[in-house]
């Protein structure tokens, strides 16, 4: 019954129109009996099933896989006669596994053929990208360690990528490059580094893919692409960050920075964030010594320097300020039911947090006379907040001491008029 929804399913997405030969045709090539009987009828996975370890795992794996639901057959890969027990390995251009530098060709035969993808609407992309990638290029040389198809979709579990458990799925994506980037063997006689998953796992994007299962934060293959991957010093993986933190970079492009990282390709974003290890800034950047501060490339007491220290302090003063109005705001909670009208210092408050987080990302045009205007907008509504606040509050106390008053006087009132009545009783 999957294989049928699946299938209605797919057609559905392609946005193809539903007629009735859809229908059937979508019955007739992607019934579930088509792939059971093909795998009761295939020889290949009865005898491989009896078998044990790497001969019988793909007799297991490959029923799993989206080329199962496909009808992509053991012999559509490696040939042979699925018909006969004797002789299946021997006859119809069976060829032994497919040495590492051969698989990229073998999968192309199908992926490759626009004629043949069509009606699964895949692009067919994959081995011209690959062949020119870093991992692509080093195979044809017969170095067999970088990547090739199997290596990050599996050998014979090979399924669709938006299937959860794929392994190339957006969520586990990171940890499939990481068994060859994070392994020392590979990598260090080759001079790369081999941290990149752990950094990336820490990072402010690593944190919210992995804790928060937040898939919109940049995982490896946003950076890098997958199938054309480049040597990763070139200007658009260098850059890609714009893609998401549109804001900043637009900033970022009024500065002086950018006309200087088009000529020699520095500071870019990642000069001052990094890029697998990246950690939430703070105003230190401007002023602490360190490889991701001004003070890695500028000269202390420099005019660069003088900018640097008018930007941290206007972004540190108004912090200053807007943490003072919070505070005070925190305060007036306690005394909620006190009858005072606090909605529009909430909406100020919210302003004026906005306006901060802009003057941050605003800081990235090196514009120290904006970004200091800015700063004393926020200064002023959170004074003014802290104001307003403290002048409640002192309302509230001397509310407090004239009900206290009220209270003693009522309370020698009653003693008062007490005492009389006894008096009275006596006389
Ligand atoms: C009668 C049992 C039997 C049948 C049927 C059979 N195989 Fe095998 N297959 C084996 C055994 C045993 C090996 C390991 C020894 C060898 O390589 O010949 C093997 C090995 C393989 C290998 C690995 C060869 C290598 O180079 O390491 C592939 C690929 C393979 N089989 C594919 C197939 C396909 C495709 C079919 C169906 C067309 C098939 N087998 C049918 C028993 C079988
Ligand atoms: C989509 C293509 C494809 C299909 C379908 C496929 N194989 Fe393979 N198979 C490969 C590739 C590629 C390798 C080589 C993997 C490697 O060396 O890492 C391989 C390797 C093997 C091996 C060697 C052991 C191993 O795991 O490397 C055997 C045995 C095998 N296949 C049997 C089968 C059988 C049986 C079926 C059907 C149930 C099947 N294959 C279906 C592509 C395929
Ligand atoms: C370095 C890892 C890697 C290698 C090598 C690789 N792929 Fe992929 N492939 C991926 C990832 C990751 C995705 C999913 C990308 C996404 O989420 O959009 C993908 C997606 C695909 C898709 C789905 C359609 C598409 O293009 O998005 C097909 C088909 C595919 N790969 C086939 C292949 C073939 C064939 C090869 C070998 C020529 C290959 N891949 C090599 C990582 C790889
Ligand atoms: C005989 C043709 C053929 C060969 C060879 C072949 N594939 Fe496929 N592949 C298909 C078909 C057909 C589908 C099913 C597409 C669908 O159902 O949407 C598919 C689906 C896939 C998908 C899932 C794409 C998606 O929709 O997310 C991946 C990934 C993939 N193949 C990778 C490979 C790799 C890697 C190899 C080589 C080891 C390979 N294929 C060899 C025909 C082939
Ligand atoms: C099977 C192991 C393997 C897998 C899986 C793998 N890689 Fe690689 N990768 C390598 C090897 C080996 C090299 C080094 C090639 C060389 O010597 O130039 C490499 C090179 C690279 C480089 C270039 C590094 C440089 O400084 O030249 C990048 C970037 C890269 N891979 C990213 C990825 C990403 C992203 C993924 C996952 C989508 C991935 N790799 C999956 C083995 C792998
Ligand atoms: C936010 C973008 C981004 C993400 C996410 C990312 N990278 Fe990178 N990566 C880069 C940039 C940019 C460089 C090159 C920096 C430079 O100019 O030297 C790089 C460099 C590399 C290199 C070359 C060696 C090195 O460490 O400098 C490898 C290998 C690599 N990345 C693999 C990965 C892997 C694996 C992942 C996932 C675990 C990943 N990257 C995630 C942006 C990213
Ligand atoms: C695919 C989109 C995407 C890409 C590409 C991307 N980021 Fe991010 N980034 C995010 C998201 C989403 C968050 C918020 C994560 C969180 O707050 O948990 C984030 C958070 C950040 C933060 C922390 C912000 C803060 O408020 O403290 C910094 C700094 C950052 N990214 C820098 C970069 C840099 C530098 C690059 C390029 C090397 C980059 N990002 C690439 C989506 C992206
Ligand atoms: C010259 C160094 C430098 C460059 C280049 C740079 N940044 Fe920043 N970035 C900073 C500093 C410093 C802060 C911290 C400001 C503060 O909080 O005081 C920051 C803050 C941020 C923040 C958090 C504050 C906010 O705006 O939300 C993000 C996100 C960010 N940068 C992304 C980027 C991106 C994307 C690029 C490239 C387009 C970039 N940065 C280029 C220095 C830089
Ligand atoms: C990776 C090196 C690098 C880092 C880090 C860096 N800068 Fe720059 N900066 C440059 C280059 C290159 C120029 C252009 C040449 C010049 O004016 O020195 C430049 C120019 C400037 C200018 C422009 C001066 C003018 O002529 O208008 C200012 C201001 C400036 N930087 C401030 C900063 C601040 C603030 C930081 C830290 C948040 C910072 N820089 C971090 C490399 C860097």
Redesign the pocket.
Known sequence: MQGWLEGFKRLAERGGRFTLSTAIFAVVTISPAYAADAEAESVCITCHAELEGELQAPAVEWPKSAHAKAGVMCQDCHGGDPSDMELAMKTKGYKPRPKRDEIAKMCARCHADPLRMRQYNLRTDQFDLYTSSVHGRKMAEHDLEPATCVDCHGKHEIRKIDDPFSSVNRANVAKTCGTCHSNQKIMEKRKIPFNQYELYKGSVHGQAYFERHDLGVPTCINCHSNHGIQKPQQMTTRFICAECHIEQADAYKK???W??AQE?G??LCI??HGNHAIVRPTSE??SAPGD???L???QKNS???E??AA?GTAITTAKAELDKAKSAMKGMEQWSGSGFETSQLKANLAKAGKMYTGMRTA?HS?N?VAVKADGEAVKQISASITGEVDRMMRELRIRKIGLAVTWLVAVLFSVAVWQRARYCKRD
Do not use: D, Y
């Open positions: 500065s002086r920075h006309a200087a020699s520095k500071p000069h001052c950047k401007f991701l501060n001004c890695s490339c500028h005019i660069q320097m900018t640097a930007l800081a090196l120290a």
